[in-house]
T-cell receptor
């Protein structure tokens, strides 16, 4: 089946630095990609929706200048957490949807710890 | 707007016993319904989905769910659970049409299978 690869699977960074997370669709073209954030023992909260070649659409309350999303190709989207703080520590998950809009696949997630 | 309610945050069950995980949704328009499973520190895997047609949907790992429009429910069931079914289960809803339509997740139910 289709696979979405997310990298890195975990990362530890110092407060004030930036971290980039990649999300790749390996065997299909992802017209749309979604970025979620999941706090411990909570549900996934959608952060933003991105279409290839367009600016991402952020959900209410998500700082677009802090969480930079780039969807430069049909197989790659990146999320950059800028000037990370400990409260940004979370599990970040991407998903990719194909051009039919009927199939969505999730990456394996990235555990970000800011110290 | 759509919303998903998973009333049970945790469901303990003995191995080989049947289980039902409850999901109710709210929407003013027709929807697609999904169940996902998440193992620790991993992304989400699709168990099953209801798009149209038969209201009884069969998925992977022996799970099934029944769409009940009048009760706005999409409960997940398995007749006999295994230790390996221990995981977090998320119900999700998406509106019809459009590749950018978002998945709205419930808060999740931890299925804890005990020997």
């Amino acid at each position: 089946g289709a696979v979405v690869s997310q990298h890195p699977s975990w990362v530890i960074c110092k407060s004030g630095t930036s971290v980039k997370i990649e999300c790749r669709s390996l065997d299909f073209q992802a017209t749309t990609m979604f970025w979620y954030r999941q706090f411990p023992k909570q549900s996934l909260m959608l952060m933003a929706t991105s279409n290839e070649g367009s600016k991402a659409t952020y959900e209410q309350g998500v700082e677009k200048d802090k969480f930079l999303i780039n969807h430069a190709s049909l197989t790659l989207s990146t999320l950059t957490v800028t000037s990370a703080h400990p409260e940004d520590s979370s599990f970040y998950i991407c998903s990719a949807r194909d051009s039919t809009g009927k199939r969505t696949f999730f990456g394996q997630g990235t555990r970000l710890t800011v110290v | 707007a759509q919303s998903v309610t998973q009333l049970d945050s945790q469901v303990p069950v003995f191995e080989e016993a049947p289980v039902e995980l409850r999901c109710n949704y709210s929407s003013s328009v027709s929807v697609y319904l999904f169940w996902y499973v998440q193992y620790p520190n991993q992304g989400l895997q699709l168990l099953l989905k209801y798009l149209s047609g038969s209201t009884l949907v069969k998925g992977i790992n022996g799970f099934e769910a029944e769409f009940n429009k009048s009760q706005t429910s999409f409960h997940l069931r398995k007749p006999s659970v295994h230790i390996s079914d221990t995981a977090e289960y998320f119900c999700a809803v998406s509106t019809y049409g459009g590749a950018t339509n978002k998945l709205i997740f419930g808060t999740g139910t931890l299925l804890a299978v005990q020997p």
